[in-house]
Structures are given as structure tokens and as C-alpha cells.
């Protein structure tokens, strides 16, 4: 079956700006998330969302948001673009909504975004 | 705070040996560990996971170990191949919710 689909894959963008990321998860899968990697920082996680509900939320600024749909594709949003928020950006789906149990968390390719 | 921590510099060797990468932790009981494997420009793939009640697992080339008392795991790839050659990160899971933890990741080069 088809893999966690990231769009788009690369994307520059202006400071000031807004972004919009795009995650379709694994077919039957619920909980999505969305984590930030850098060099510095490497992969931090950003939220988590489980029946359209968000579930966990990183440590990052309001700018970051997100949502998910009734169908469980997701969307994340940064506002207001600063140079540091340029990074891959990865989504990761997974059947469950974690219990402790051990499910497989599969990820996307990540979407490269820039601010120039 | 919570800390992860794995070699930082990269981890070199000869194909057919056995490469063994560590994962330090603090200030966190996971529930489970998972380490996967990253190469350049893509997503990370998972390779295993160990639960907390799990002293090691296995899978084809791969194992893993977990010590919860020393907040440790070692993650070993047996009879080396060049095609292993990728960052490798350890994740830490919490008993509920997929918010996982990721250390630094190690760099191995595998060399033929």
C-alpha cells in the first residue's frame, strides 16, 4: 500500500511569509504527526493528531499549527516566516494513537522548505 | 529536561564486521525505544523497536538491547555492508500518545 505522501516536496519561501504543508497519511491510518528537522536541533516534534483532535503539541511557537481532516490527511501551518523556521518538515502516520503498545510509526519524505 | 544522546561523530568500518551504535538517555521512562535509519534527503525508516520490559530483539542482521536500570540501548548491525552506510537515530516512545524523542543520530560508513 502506498507510503505517507508529502507535498509539497521543496518550496522556497520569503521571510513574512505563510506555509502550508500538506500530509496524507497511510491508508487507515489516525494519528499523524509532525516533527522539524535541522542541523542544529535535529528532529524535534511538533504536534500530534489522533481523530482530528490534536493530542500532543511540541515546544514551538504559535506560529505552528496544524490540522486534520475527517478523512485523516493534515495540514501544517507556519506563519509569519523566519529565516530559522527553514528545515525538512516530516510527517509520520501510524494506525493507533500510541498506548504504549509498540505500533509502527511510518514517515513521509519530508517537505524541504527554505526562507530566504 | 529530557536528554538523548548518541555518538555524535561518525562511526567508521570495515564491511564484515560488526558495527555497534549507543543510545544514552536521561530523564525519561519510555515505554518503548525505536531506532531507524535516515539516509540524505529522506525520511527516516524503522528498523526495530525494543518495549521497556525487553532486554533484546532481533531482526535478520539487526539487534537491539535495552537497559532501563543504565538508560541504554545498543543498536548492532552483524556483517557490515556499504549499502548500511546512513545516519541511524534512536527514539524514545511515552506510554501513550506517538510523540517520540529522537537523539542526534549516528553517522556509519561502512567501507568495502
Known amino acids: 500500500k502506498a507510503g505517507v505522501t508529502q507535498t509539497p516536496r521543496y518550496l522556497i519561501k520569503t521571510r513574512g511569509q505563510q506555509v502550508t504543508l500538506s500530509c496524507s497519511p497511510i491508508s487507515g491510518h489516525r494519528s499523524v504527526s509532525w516533527y522539524q528537522q535541522t542541523p542544529g536541533q535535529g528532529l524535534q516534534f511538533l504536534f500530534e493528531y489522533f481523530s482530528e483532535t490534536q493530542r500532543n503539541k511540541g515546544n514551538f511557537p504559535g506560529r505552528f499549527s496544524g490540522r486534520q481532516f475527517s478523512n485523516s490527511r493534515s495540514e501544517m501551518n507556519v506563519s509569519t516566516l523566519e529565516l530559522g523556521d527553514s528545515a525538512l518538515y516530516l510527517c509520520a502516520s501510524s494506525s493507533i494513537a500510541g498506548t504504549g503498545s509498540g505500533n509502527t510509526i511510518y514517515f513521509g519524505e519530508g517537505s524541504w522548505l527554505t526562507v530566504v | 529536561s529530557q536528554k538523548i544522546e548518541q555518538n555524535s561523530e561518525a562511526l567508521n568500518i570495515q564491511e564484515g564486521k560488526t558495527a555497534t551504535l549507543t543510545c544514552n538517555y536521561t530523564n525519561y521512562s519510555p515505554a518503548y525505544l525505536q531506532w531507524y535509519r535516515q539516509d540524505p534527503g529522506r525520511g527516516p525508516v524503522f528498523l526495530l523497536l525494543?518495549?521497556?520490559?525487553?532486554k533484546e530483539k532481533r531482526k535478520e542482521r539487526l539487534k537491539v538491547t535495552f537497559d532501563t536500570t543504565l538508560k541504554q540501548s545498543l543498536f548492532h548491525i552483524t556483517a557490515s555492508q556499504p549499502a548500511d552506510s546512513a545516519t541511524y537515530l534512536c527514539?524514545?516512545?511515552?506510554?501513550?500518545?506517538?510523540?517520540?524523542?529522537f537523539g542526534g543520530g549516528t553517522r556509519l560508513m561502512v567501507k568495502p
Open positions: 527514539a524514545l516512545a511515552p506510554y501513550a500518545g506517538n510523540m517520540l524523542t
Open positions: 525494543i518495549r521497556e520490559n525487553e
